[in-house]
């Protein structure tokens, strides 16, 4: 069975205790410079690709500053309107956005980049007057805002009014994403998270220009998002998880749609995953019909894997999954549907390939590309589609062999980038079944060079998943998450010649007094001298 709330509160007043301890220690360690930070243009993180500050030139924003941006762009005044909610809270200032060029206050345009930042990329120039951001696309635009963010003092991150000065230090930022996917993963499905929650988290993710959202929707456990031709996989099987939370614990479709937009306000393309043929049972248990003997199992709140199947033989089976992609993919602009594929250890694999045989022309019907877990390899989908290495070890001969028909691999390694791991035995959250994962760990490999046989050239980014057996609200996520998840998000980023653990970890250090302005819970680990 799983963990209960009851004892997962204690875990949580053991922790605060922990990290109490573990934060006056700190506080010790730190250098008299580290008491009064400044902000540099060497602490971004992910760090850019390149960076020239130029020292004695600041630039300050004050009460009359405006945010302008490109004429005729509404994408750029998006961005603009975005950055101005950012800023408002902290400051106090209107920060009225407009459309113009004028190269004071804050001003982001889509003209003048370098052509190499791509679609992703910006380049940002610090002057007295102000800062502008160049790109191509209103997603470099994004990413330029979040590093001003950083740029900006700590108390930039609080949601009530702080006093000045809002200094930013001059110099420019030359900077561009080495993979096209940096990913976040939150399983909603062992618990379920609030459309608030999933939207707080979906705010920490963006501040480290991660632009993919992986929402494991449905498990053993619970089906979390409604399905308008099957209503009971929502009703009754998303009406518990672990531990003793019961209700409508699942997202109608309006709701999942206010999501996607919200994502998308971000710079985060959703990605839906509906796991099977294994980790069904809250469907099994919703419809008899879908059992091979007709039988519905009893709901699941336990922690197990790989005991149920869909039934490969039952043609409602490809009705079912049919019916369930054409409504996801109804309500997912972005290109992929995740169909999970991990862990069928109750499917043959005979049985298994005939149903991914089956289920992936259907994703390509409904005009979708395929994401699975990397064993689903084996089935030789088309080379569209995109495996997701989970693995414990650095080598997988069919994850290699799809590699070289020409699959991109996005590159999640247990031991590495699971972000459910415990960091040490003792934390109170977590698992610890691939590894324990330091900060340091989390942030020493690189994507491009970690699967033996798997060139960089194969590799189309880092996803960071977050399981969430133990984890049971916005606190439980954050502590996982950070400072794990910026070090991911580093790797699918920054340039592999800015690898550099201990430049890193000084980096991480100045995002301390971030997280705690803006009330983000985070595992103060040992191996960082954190900035007070
Ligand atoms: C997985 O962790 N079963 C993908």
New binding site residues.
Partial sequence: MGIGTSTRRLHGAALALLLAATSAVAVGAASPAQATPETSLRHIVPAPVKVTPRPGVTYSLTAGARIQTQPGSADARKVGEYAAELLRPATGYRLPVSSGVTPRGVTLLLVGADPKVGQEGYQLDVTPWGVVIRARAAAGLFAGVQTLRQLLPAKIEAKTRQSGPWTVPGGSVLDYPRFGHRGAMLDVARHFFSVDEVKRYIDQIAAYKVNYLHLHLADDQGWRIEIKSWPRLATYGGSVEIGPGEGALYYTQEQYKGLVKYAGSRGITIIPEIDMPGHTNAALASYPELNCDGVAPPLYDGTE?GFSSLCIDKPITYKFVDDVLRELAALTPGPFLHIGG??AHSTSEPDFKTFMDKVLPLVAKHGKLAMG?HEFVKTNPATSAVPQF?GTETVDADVAAAAARGNKILMSP?VKAYLDMKYDENFPLGQDWAALIEVKDAYDWNPGAYLKDVPESAIRGVEAPL?TETLADSSDLEQMAFPRLPAIAELGWSPQSTHNWDDFSKRLAYQAPRWKAGGVKFYPSTQVNWVK
Wanted: overall charge negative.
């Fill in positions: 894997v991990d862990e877990w989970w247990a399981w």
